[in-house]
């Protein structure tokens, strides 16, 4: 990928496409695609063709996704499904058609069996059913690694896909439906704004959780479009696992909430433990760089910055 390669960013508004157009921009990448949804509607095929053949990107880095928690997953499955297999199956097609010479795939851990072995190996992918709350998000993101193999197989397109881990950081949404981490310091801060003497989290604390920064996703990302020509998956984490009650008492400390914390154990813990198996990135030369403390401290931050408030 040279410097004034055109390189299209799907999603770059959303939590990985924004830490990846930083990194791009950083690292002085200098004809860097992007269309926000309004502009392109990746689930319209003709609009979607019509901009491949204007652009005609070289590399292209697909973090453009309906994506959502639980309940948005349970809630809505037949758009989940829909626009996944809509958004890829426009992206990918038209990267052949227009020529692409590269294109990342971003495909998700919730595609690892529900009672995977851990840490979950990337040869464990479709070794059993998914967990059923996001089965249809799930499916979709599995037909997109399918996808990126048959293209390869049948084209020799240079189409791959990696795993992140759980992503955190600037962009995330911190509201009662984002993921554990946002949502707890979201927790936390409206806590001690509002002098609240204890907060209560779901199920026992005990399940461990991977989290990588978003600086170290995007970076993983651009890593692997520069090194990484193979049809298999490969997962991009850390290699290390954090319990919620280990999380919990790192953001208090980083919120600076001095109330309780307890724990309703009448409420589900989900699974155990979800750690990736990233021995194969690591061996590639890929490591994280952000320590969980120091990445917790950039997002709470940026999010007091975007509440502006202060964090004193
Ligand atoms: N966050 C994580 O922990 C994590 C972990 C592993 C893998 N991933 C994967 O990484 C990818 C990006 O995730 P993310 O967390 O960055 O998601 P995100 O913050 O929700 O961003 C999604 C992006 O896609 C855009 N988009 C959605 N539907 C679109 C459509 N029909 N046409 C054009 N643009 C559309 C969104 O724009 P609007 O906001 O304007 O709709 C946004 O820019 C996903 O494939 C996800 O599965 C995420």
Redesign the pocket.
């Known amino acids: 990928m040279k410097k004034n390669s055109r390189i299209y960013v799907?999603?770059?508004?959303?939590?990985?496409?924004s830490a990846l157009l930083r990194r791009l921009k950083e690292q002085s990448y200098s004809n860097i695609i992007t269309r926000?949804?309004?502009a392109?509607?990746?689930?319209n095929q003709p609009a979607v063709d019509r901009f491949f053949a204007k652009e005609k990107p070289e590399y292209v880095f697909?973090?453009?996704?309906?994506?959502g928690g639980i309940h948005a997953n349970k809630t809505y499955p037949a758009e989940f499904i829909y626009?996944n297999l809509m958004?890829q199956t426009n992206v990918l097609d038209c990267a052949l058609k227009h020529k692409t010479k590269k294109l990342l795939n971003?495909?998700?851990?919730c595609i690892y069996p529900k009672k995977c072995k851990q840490p979950m190996k990337e040869e464990y992918l479709f070794s059993g059913d998914i967990e059923e709350t996001n089965d249809a998000y799930g499916m979709a993101?599995l037909a997109g690694i399918k996808m990126c193999q048959a293209y390869r197989r049948q084209y020799g397109a240079n189409f791959i896909s990696a795993?992140?881990?759980?992503?955190?950081g600037p962009?995330d949404?911190f509201d009662e439906n984002g993921?554990v981490l946002a949502a707890l310091l979201g927790k936390f801060h409206t806590a001690r704004k509002s002098n609240k003497k204890s907060v209560t989290l779901w199920g026992t604390g005990k399940p461990k959780r991977e989290f990588l920064y978003v600086d170290d996703a995007a970076d993983g990302c651009l890593f692997l479009m520069k090194k990484y020509n193979s049809a298999e998956t490969i997962n991009l984490g850390i290699g290390r696992e954090t319990s919620i009650t280990q999380l919990a008492k790192l953001i208090r400390s980083t919120v600076g909430y001095k109330g309780s914390t307890s724990f309703d154990t009448s409420k589900p813990d989900g699974n155990p433990r979800r750690l990736l198996d990233s021995s194969r990135i690591h061996a590639l030369g890929w490591q994280a760089n952000v320590s969980l403390e120091d990445g917790l401290q950039r997002t709470y931050d940026w999010y007091c910055s975007q509440l502006a408030v202060t964090t004193k």
């Open positions: 799907a999603g770059h508004t959303g939590l990985i496409g926000t949804h309004k392109l509607d990746l689930t697909l973090a453009a996704a309906r994506v626009q958004i971003l495909s998700s851990s993101k795993i992140p881990a759980n992503v955190y962009g949404h993921h």
